[in-house]
């Protein structure tokens, strides 16, 4: 829903904005397909690039930015080998004391440890404070700077410069 955030306004009609944003996703692909997510947060005006070089510093300078970082991860299996064909969520926040990062995920309260969902009641997936070590486990599988994530420059931004 960072585009919602970004530009709002963009998802406006009945209902709610998720699944408006989730039906233009799928115009596009499949919702874990990182093109059509990109090509849904271009469709609502923004520049967006898929990225599959993260580390936790880009996502920490984007949320200085104002711009919340959509992530893709492996939500199935242990921590310790995490599978699955990918699920995305959204960042929005950093605590470097607690070193948490605070995420919206539309699936619900993700189980870091041991895989899957503890709760996928509406609203579980609102604000949740995931650990740097356990969540970053699942976003970087492949070592360090592996992880997956959309670069989003709103137009604001591309006329203003960084605040």
Not at 16 to 34: E, K, M, N, P
Not at 65 to 84: D, F, N
Not at 140 to 147: D, F, L, P, S, Y
Request: hydrophobic share 35%; net charge negative.
């Amino acid at each position: 829903m960072a585009a919602a955030f970004l530009e709002p306004g963009c998802l406006t009609s009945k209902g709610q904005a998720d699944d408006h944003y989730l039906a233009l996703v799928q115009r596009y692909g499949d919702t874990t397909d990182a093109s059509a997510q990109v090509k849904a947060i271009q469709n609502l005006g923004l520049q967006a690039r898929f990225r599959t070089d993260g580390r936790i510093e880009h996502l920490i300078e984007q949320l200085q930015r104002g711009i919340p970082c959509p992530v893709g991860w492996l939500h199935k299996g242990p921590v310790s080998a995490p599978t699955g064909g990918g699920h995305w969520s959204l960042v929005i926040g950093w605590d470097p004391a607690t070193r948490q990062l605070l995420m919206h995920d539309p699936n619900g309260e993700a189980d870091l440890v041991n895989g899957g969902y503890v709760s996928t009641a509406i609203g579980s997936g609102q604000s949740l404070r995931y650990s740097e070590r356990n969540w970053g486990r699942r976003w970087q599988v492949e070592g360090t700077g592996t992880g997956w994530w959309i670069e989003i420059n709103p137009a604001f931004l591309q006329v203003a410069g960084p605040q």
